[in-house]
């Protein structure tokens, strides 16, 4: 199986920062990486897929980076409703598999 | 806009049989992969396999021998069976709709199963 890694597993940010979280894989992956957001008792709702474009409806301060087996998720301007768990997904072999996420706090 | 809706029992005892279904609205089933992903209280997601609307399969190698998904497109629905079930089963199963065989871009709200006699 593809290790996805992600760092840090939490962050502390304000309003306004700007947030970089990292996914690493264990082998290269291409550009099959997709990134999600989910908050608590609900379902993940997807962000970015193939690496870097957005999902129709997700706001454009969300953009994704990367390619092989680096890939960065960035949050431009962090708003109150972005405080969440973040995954990334990789789709390159079976099975899909994904970060242990990245929980992003309020400072 | 597409929805899906788990369904099934929330309680099943140590050694049976889960089974889950996913009903789809707002949209076909045909021509899209149906996928089943489950969360233990606290973790991170764990995939657990697809099935296509022609009702070709994938399943997670960890769970391969225990899984059997299927799908009924008259009714729109798709299902997870997975037998002989422990404690380690317990999570919340949720299925969503796959892009191709890449990104899942519709989810369904998610279903506790608890196993435990």
């Known amino acids: 199986d593809i290790q996805m890694t992600q760092s840090p597993s939490s962050l502390s940010a304000s309003v306004r920062d700007r947030v970089t979280i990292t996914c690493r894989a264990s082998q290269s992956i291409a550009n099959y990486l997709n990134w999600y957001q989910q908050k608590p008792g609900k379902a993940p709702k997807l962000l970015i897929y193939a690496a870097s474009s957005l999902q129709s409806g997700v706001p454009s301060r969300f953009s994704g980076s990367g390619s092989g087996t680096d890939f960065t998720l960035t949050i431009s301007s962090l708003q109150p409703e972005d405080f969440a768990t973040y995954y990334c997904q990789q789709s390159f072999s079976i099975p899909d ?3 242990q996420g990245t929980k992003l706090e309020i400072k | 806009q597409v929805q899906l809706q788990e369904s099934g029992p929330g309680l099943v005892k140590p050694s049976e049989t889960l089974f889950l279904t996913c009903t789809v609205s707002g949209g076909s089933i045909s021509e899209y992969y149906w996928n089943w992903i489950r969360q233990p209280a606290g973790k991170g997601l764990e995939w657990i ?69």
């Open chain 2, 49 to 117: 396999g697809r099935i296509y609307s022609s009702g070709s399969t994938n399943y997670s190698p960890s769970l391969k021998s225990r899984v059997t998904m299927s799908v009924d497109t008259s009714k729109n629905q798709f299902s997870l069976k997975l037998s002989s079930v422990t404690a380690a089963d317990t999570a919340v199963y949720y299925c969503a709709r796959g892009r191709g065989l890449d990104y899942f871009d519709y989810w369904g709200q998610g279903t506790l199963v608890t196993v435990s006699s």
């Open chain 1, 97 to 99: 598999t994904f970060g």
